[in-house]
């Protein structure tokens, strides 16, 4: 049993009423937009101060590297903008608090040496203003509620109730985190945001996760994620790329479209949606495919190896690179990483370094000759010691298993 981390994004349909026709209270396009605002406003105030105090300490000599911002001094902050600014009162108060929660980690992040974060900027720049707040779930005032008509609706704390659309299942998991009696699933925060003109929920939940029952045997393998292929497994089988031509040729118009005219005249903006939209049935098309995928590995192994390839370096290739931007061989490692943790099945990642198309599976002598970019294009290759007739990607994801279980210190069963 596992606790488990997930993110929901529903839409949502905020309208212009401020209450349905029952009298509820809804959370519409003002309140939703005001609380964008109010979240900007106090992230750029605190953020000003913070930037005045600097420079006045400069002013007087003073050596500032580093400027602590922590979680008390900036609520007394906020005392002092509310006391000034009677409108955040109109804000829920977790989402007036997460604003400077979200600087403080601004902050951290600039900090850590690892990070190599930019020093923290305003929200309300020209172009790309920030339209999103969180409230944190205290006391279930944020779930699913009923309204007067028997409708489910998100009920947002104090902004009030909003209709939503969303998958069977992800509507179940999230009616589970409304009920106070289901312990296996609960509501943390709920973040709402505006892309594109449209609303959104993001729901973060924990879930408490029970591994699927084993049936029948299942495999070891080892998976070469390729070019040509999305995946080759040790068994022979082979997982196409998906196509995305399609998606790919209307994307391709419509920035051409955009590069053609004036940014900010109609054509341009019609564009432009147009080109979010292609993008979004991309990238929805592409993780539905890889979730499949995933769930069918899941599902049919005991242990996965994989090699943590090189994919980086095909990017800057320019033969490759227009498939594997499509395709995004890194998302569907990492969602296949994830997916084994949950389901407690072994996965190894097998370091970047090893040939592992070089090597015979069989001899286990190494063949130089297929190594390079240069030498992609061989598919098929015999080896020179023992003569065995390879196919290339089928060789390379058994070694990757025979590589991965010696690892673990296990041998093929
Ligand atoms: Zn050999």
Redesign the pocket.
């Known amino acids: 049993m596992k606790v488990v981390n997930k993110a929901i994004k529903v839409r949502i349909y905020p309208t212009k009423a401020d209450r349905n026709d029952d009298g509820e209270k809804k959370a519409n396009i003002g309140k939703i937009e005001s609380n964008f605002g109010i979240y900007r406003f106090i992230y750029d105030e605190t953020l000003i101060f913070i930037n005045n105090f600097k420079n006045l300490l400069l002013q007087y000599g003073y050596n500032v590297e580093k400027i602590i911002v922590n979680h008390s001094s900036c609520n007394l902050f906020l005392k002092m903008l509310r006391h000034d600014f009677k409108f955040l009162e109109k804000a829920e108060s977790s989402s007036r608090q997460q604003a400077q929660k979200d600087l403080i980690n601004a902050f951290n992040r600039y900090y850590n040496p690892n990070l190599n974060s930019e020093y923290p900027i305003l929200k309300t720049r020209k172009n790309t203003k920030k339209f999103s707040f969180r409230i944190i779930n205290n006391n279930n005032n944020v779930r699913i509620n009923k309204d007067k008509n028997g409708f489910d609706k998100i009920k947002l704390a104090k902004l009030g109730i909003v209709k939503f659309k969303t998958s069977k299942k992800y509507h179940e998991i999230l009616l589970r985190g409304s009920d106070t009696n289901d312990e296996s699933v609960k509501i943390k925060h709920v973040t709402v945001k505006k892309e594109n003109n449209i609303y959104y929920a993001i729901f973060n939940i924990e879930k408490i996760h029970v591994p699927e029952t084993i049936i029948g045997p299942k495999q070891q393998v080892g998976i070469d994620i390729g070019c040509g292929k999305l995946a080759v497994f040790s068994n022979g089988q082979e997982i196409p790329n998906l196509d995305l031509t399609r998606e790919t040729d209307q994307i391709i118009k419509y920035q051409k479209t955009m590069n053609n005219h004036q940014p900010g005249s109609i054509r341009y903006q019609e564009a432009q949606r147009l080109l979010n939209k292609w993008w979004k049935k991309l990238l929805n098309k592409r993780n539905d495919y890889y979730n499949k995928i995933v769930h069918y590995i899941v599902k049919n192994s005991s242990f996965v190896a994989v090699q943590n390839e090189n994919i980086i370096s095909w990017k800057t290739d320019k033969d490759l690179s227009h498939s594997i931007q499509l395709n995004a061989p890194r998302d569907f490692l990492n969602k296949l990483e994830q997916k084994c943790k949950q389901e407690n099945i072994t996965f190894v990642k097998i370091y970047k370094y090893y040939p592992s198309t070089q090597i ?1 599976s ?4 190494r ?1 130089k000759k297929i190594s390079g970019k240069q030498n992609l294009h061989i598919r098929n290759w015999e ?6 007739h390879h196919h290339r990607d089928r060789n390379a994801a058994i070694n990757i298993l025979n590589k991965g279980l010696q690892i673990v210190g296990t041998t093929v069963q």
Request: aromatic content about 0%; hydrophobic content about 0%.
């Open positions: 015979c069989k001899c286990q002598k063949n080896c020179p010691h023992c003569h065995t």
